[in-house]
């Protein structure tokens, strides 16, 4: 048995020792395999799908808004503002009023801008209805102003000022009809935006 077992070793020793460089190079190449299938880059594991919730949307969209500013501005048009401003903002964002404005009539400058909101700046003479109208003193109006009241064409506002500059100021309206001889139906008309101090 002793024997047996010798010579099993002795011929396994042979063999191992014929086939050396070839289970040196399996061996080799085994590890290699091992090396590189643990060093391979693999993909990452996709990112779970972020989440929104109603209320992220909702801070998404108040954050700006979009507003309609026309009228007496300089630039009228759409404009894109941080939703924490005011209406007064979206004026200076348009440019600012032109010279046509009505400074008496204009929009509550310190509301906030809202989305999807018109913004109207009214011109001269043409305030909203509804809305209290101060009505243009004839005494101190320039001829721009004059020329904003609807009804007064160049030739009547020329016509008051020259009225002014010979006669001094007006004492009523109906110097109008008297002096400068308009018909009654353009004095009523000219009555609803000006005034006499």
């Not at 002014?164 to 008309?189: C, H, M, T, V, W």
Request: charged share 15%.
């Amino acid at each position: 048995m002793t024997e047996t077992w010798s010579s099993l070793r002795q011929g396994l020793h042979a063999v191992l020792y014929r086939h050396a460089w070839r289970l040196a190079g399996l061996l080799a190449v085994g590890i290699l395999a091992a090396a590189g299938f643990a060093l391979w880059p693999r993909p990452a594991p996709p990112a779970p799908p972020a989440t929104i919730t109603a209320a992220d949307i909702e801070t998404a969209q108040d954050r700006t808004v979009i507003v309609y500013v026309n009228g007496a501005v300089a630039q009228p048009g759409l404009y894109t503002l941080s939703s924490g401003l005011r209406v007064v903002d979206a004026i200076v964002a348009a440019g600012g009023l032109s010279d046509q404005a009505d400074p008496t009539c204009l929009p509550n400058l310190a509301a906030h801008v809202k989305d999807a909101k018109q913004i109207t700046v009214p011109f001269l003479g043409r305030c909203a209805k509804g809305a209290k109208k101060t009505k243009l003193d004839i005494n101190s109006a320039t001829r721009d102003q004059l020329l904003a009241v609807p009804g007064m064409d160049p030739s009547l506002a020329d016509a008051v000022i020259a009225y002014r500059e010979a006669y001094g100021p007006f004492q009523s309206l109906n110097e109008l009809k008297s002096a400068l001889g308009i018909d009654a139906a353009l004095e009523k008309q000219l009555a609803k935006s000006l005034t006499v101090s």
